[in-house]
T-cell receptor
Framework: GESVGLHLPTLSVQEGDNSIINCAYS??????FIWYKQESGKGPQFIID?????DKRQGQRVTVLLNKTVKHLSLQIAATQPGDSAVYFC???????????FGSGTKLNVKP | KAGVTQTPRYLIKTRGQQVTLSCSPI?????VSWYQQTPGQGLQFLFE???????NKGNFPGRFSGRQFSNSRSEMNVSTLELGDSALYLC?????????????FGSGTQLSVL
């Protein structure tokens, strides 16, 4: 979240399994969150967003869960595919304008 | 619909020089934001432009500046380059209708300062 770190954790999963990527955000005033996927050599790609008036939101093969009590966000990917291999970032926004704080990212490796 | 286009894709400059990066947003998008991405600091907000006006600014020195044109295209300028300015510079566009919206990113300009 707002406190970026130097370490990039890695999650390795088998193709077909479900993946869960976690994110801890630091600003309790943040009320809009986005998950991005970044493949090598590309810019971040929007996956799904959620506002703080929701606890859960589903998209195609992805689900985002928001726990405001512990300031935690998670991204669940169902039936993970090799094409899901990338770095995933959560972004938080405590403002009423387009300034986002990005987490340090999690690298997802999908083994065939 | 074409995505966000950033040019050039790669740049190599030397310390003390200046550089200009260009960004063409998605058609119909009026807000353009710029971010710097480095391995050490991650993605950091530089500034946002809307209707040719800088709407918000991050915590970067005045050497970093930008502008937006009437067609929503944006440029970012970095003067007196330092080694630490080596980074991937990402541009993101959004509709600009609400205070904060989902951002759509370009592939970035990879700047190397030697």
């Amino acid at each position: 979240g707002e406190s970026v770190g130097l370490h990039l954790p890695t999650l390795s999963v088998q193709e077909g399994d479900n993946s869960i990527i976690n994110c801890a955000y630091s600003n309790s005033a943040s009320d809009y969150f986005i998950w991005y996927k970044q493949e090598s050599g590309k810019g971040p790609q929007f996956i799904i967003d959620i506002r703080s008036n929701m606890d859960k939101r589903q998209g195609q093969r992805v689900t985002v869960l928001l726990n405001k009590t512990v300031k935690h966000l998670s991204l669940q990917i169902a039936a993970t595919q090799p094409g899901d291999s990338a770095v995933y970032f959560c972004a938080e926004n405590p403002y009423n304008f387009n300034k986002f704080y990005f987490g340090s990212g999690t690298k997802l490796n999908v083994k065939p | 619909k074409a995505g966000v286009t950033q040019t050039p894709r790669y740049l190599i400059k030397t310390r003390g020089q200046q550089v200009t990066l260009s960004c063409s947003p998605i058609s119909g998008h009026r807000s353009v934001s710029w971010y710097q991405q480095t391995p050490g600091q991650g993605l950091q907000f530089l500034f946002e432009y809307f209707s040719e006006t800088q709407r918000n600014k991050g915590n970067f020195p005045g050497r970093f500046s930008g502008r937006q044109f009437s067609n929503s295209r944006s440029e970012m300028n970095v003067s007196t380059l330092e080694l630490g300015d080596s980074a991937l510079y990402l541009c993101a566009s959004s509709l600009g209708l609400q205070g904060r919206e989902k951002l759509f990113f370009g592939s970035g300009t990879q700047l190397s300062v030697l």
